[in-house]
């Protein structure tokens, strides 16, 4: 949870044109590389041992978050990053088993 979070991140995003309307998908990229960044970091935080959670801003918290923070108005935040060290009696999510040879297909689906 956020609340309980050791650090939270606020990635940020230099957005130069409007993603929900780009003109190519080249306008794209950046939106690409910010999310491809925050699964690196989940990634990176995961192997040295901390857990990490991740949440969208709904209503008007990116607006209130670039008011507290000052971030300029061109600016893009995804996303809250949530990192800390797991409680010690934390049970760890089970994988779900899957039979890969289910799961892949050739020539068919």
């Known amino acids: 949870m ?3 979070a050791s650090a939270v991140i606020i990635p940020l995003l230099k957005q ?15 939106f690409a590389s ?7 970091l989940f990634l990176s935080a995961t192997a040295e041992g901390y857990g990490c ?10 607006e209130y978050a670039r008011k507290v ?9 995804p996303c809250f ?9 934390i049970v760890p999510v089970k994988q779900k088993e899957i039979n890969i040879k289910e799961r892949i297909h050739w020539d068919t689906f």
């Open 53 to 62: 959670n991740l949440r969208v801003p709904l209503g008007n918290e990116e």
């Open 16 to 30: 130069k044109t409007d993603i929900l309307q780009p003109e190519n998908i080249s306008h794209l990229n950046g």
């Open 2 to 4: 956020l609340f309980d």
């Open 81 to 89: 990053i949530g990192i800390g060290k797991p409680h010690k009696d």
């Open 69 to 77: 923070l000052g971030f300029p108005e061109d600016y893009f935040m």
């Open 34 to 40: 910010i999310w491809c960044s925050i699964e690196n």
